[in-house]
């Protein structure tokens, strides 16, 4: 069974919803009630050393009576408070103390082969707002097409003073990877640059920068 992660993030959260983490897991290929939402603060659910965290323990209790093995649990939950921590971290651009964070977990069973990809997504799409407080909208295909986009090329600062060069290390925010050289990169509106195969991918299911939450106009606004 494969797993897959997402997330968005409410810089204004109401008050109760500050700090929080809500995480919305979905099971595909079952019936209606495979879908589960827990809310707890986001520090205690990265604790390593908080095992009683009520959050974690709901979630682990859902998947086993799922079905799901405590193999696939384990791995799920284990990559989820790794994927909490960094978008959570101190070093992190998009996140910041008080935010409220939305993590979606998807389990795709491995009999849902790469053309079921169409279906899964747009049953996450209505699966994932009837749960919660955010809106998974894919931004508009001819608007992403039309997006700048540009050739990396990596930057090379000289020292003065040692005559050292100096390379200026620039990443693509999603994938977390540093620019490629000679690589395409394409630049939002308001400024903020990732990786052309990253970004494409990413308004497949939020029409929403990943940063700062600018909005493109959404995929189902054409129709």
């Known amino acids: 069974m494969r797993h897959k992660l997402s997330h968005e993030i409410d810089n204004y959260p109401e008050s109760d919803d500050a700090g ?5 897991a979905k099971i595909f290929g079952q019936d209606d009630n495979s879908t589960f939402t827990t809310l707890s603060l ?3 659910f990265i604790d390593d050393e908080n095992e009683e965290c009520k959050s974690k323990e709901d979630l682990n209790y859902f998947l086993l009576e799922a079905g799901i093995t405590e193999d696939v649990i384990n791995n799920a939950i284990l990559e989820l408070i790794v994927y909490v921590d960094e978008v959570t971290c101190p070093a992190s651009i998009e996140y910041s103390p008080g935010c409220a964070l939305n993590v979606r977990l998807d389990l795709v069973p491995d009999y849902l082969d790469d053309d079921d990809d169409s279906e899964i997504q747009e ?9 919660s407080n ?11 097409k039309s997006l ?9 600062k000289k020292e003065k003073k040692k005559n050292k060069k100096m390379v200026s290390l620039e990443e693509c925010r999603i994938c ?23 970004i494409v991918k990413w308004f497949e299911t939020s029409h929403v920068c990943p940063l700062c939450r600018l909005e493109l106009p959404c995929q189902d606004d054409e129709l």
């Not at 929080?20 to 919305?24: K, P, S």
Request: net charge positive.
């Open 20 to 24: 929080t983490i809500r995480v919305t």
């Open 42 to 44: 986001a520090k205690d």
């Open 123 to 131: 049953a996450a799409q209505v699966s994932f707002d009837d749960t």
């Open 134 to 144: 955010i809106r998974f909208r894919p931004a508009s295909k001819l608007v992403v």
């Open 148 to 156: 700048p986009r540009k050739v990396y090329n990596k930057k090379i």
């Open 176 to 198: 977390l990877q540093e620019f490629s050289n000679g690589g395409m990169v394409v630049t939002l509106s308001c400024g903020h640059e990732f990786d052309d195969e990253c």
